[in-house]
């Protein structure tokens, strides 16, 4: 079995953003969009003698664009597209002096409807990965390791209030490459202070 780091604190994600105002049609949002410049700091717990760390020991630069267009009142689509960055890991594990890990597109998609309004949505999520270059162990290109995904599942949404939030969300993966395949189920609360 892999060896874990026990536990501790993960890496810091800074990431400043510039959302617009609303494009209106007919008295109503009809478009929203943001830029952000997501970083990924390696100051999480890290040792290169374990398999498995909170920390990843690397700076990552994850920008992306995100939009929601709302369709009718009722119904909308979504998308975020980020491009990631990695820096070099100069104390990996496994025995090699350097890693760097392939830089890739990823994105997320969901689109919804209000079944009951301003109470519960039903919708269709997922998320694509594709590697578009070689990771590299000590300066060398390992073939074949570009990674891709590309997962799909039913979401759900429930308010309790404007403030309270329950998100249920199914992954099934499929058209996958160097990497494992499966499902994910997310449930998560959401709260606004």
Same mark, same amino acid.
């Given at each position: ?6 536990t ?9 953003f ?32 374990? =398999?498995?760390?909170?920390?990843s /020991?690397? &700076? ?7 939009g929601?267009?709302f *369709? #009718? ?38 689109? =919804?409807?209000?079944?009951i309004a /301003?109470? &519960? ?10 590697? *578009? #270059? ?24 429930w ?5 309270n ?19 994910r ?9």
């Amino acid at each position: 079995f892999p060896q874990d780091n026990g536990t501790g604190i993960g890496d810091i994600l800074i990431g400043p953003f510039l959302q617009w105002d609303p494009v209106m049609r007919d008295g109503r949002p009809f478009f929203m969009q943001r830029i952000e410049l997501q970083m990924i700091f390696p100051t999480g717990k890290y040792d290169e003698n374990k =398999s498995l760390n909170p920390g990843s /020991n690397f &700076f990552s630069f994850n920008p992306y664009w995100s939009g929601t267009l709302f *369709i #009718t009142p009722n119904w909308t689509a979504t998308t975020r597209v980020h491009y990631l960055w990695n820096a070099e890991n100069s104390d990996p594990f496994g025995g090699a002096n350097k890693k760097t890990a392939g830089q890739a597109i990823h994105l997320n998609f969901a689109t =919804s409807y209000a079944v009951i309004a /301003n109470t &519960f949505r039903l919708g269709i999520n997922g998320y694509y990965l594709k590697q *578009i #270059t070689d990771s590299e162990v000590d300066g060398v290109d390992m073939n074949n390791s570009k990674e891709e995904v590309l997962a799909i599942g039913p979401g759900a949404l429930w308010s309790f209030s404007q403030n309270n939030h329950l998100f249920f969300n199914a992954y099934f993966e499929t058209g996958v490459e160097n990497r494992s395949e499966g499902q994910r189920y997310n449930v998560r609360f959401v709260h606004h202070f």
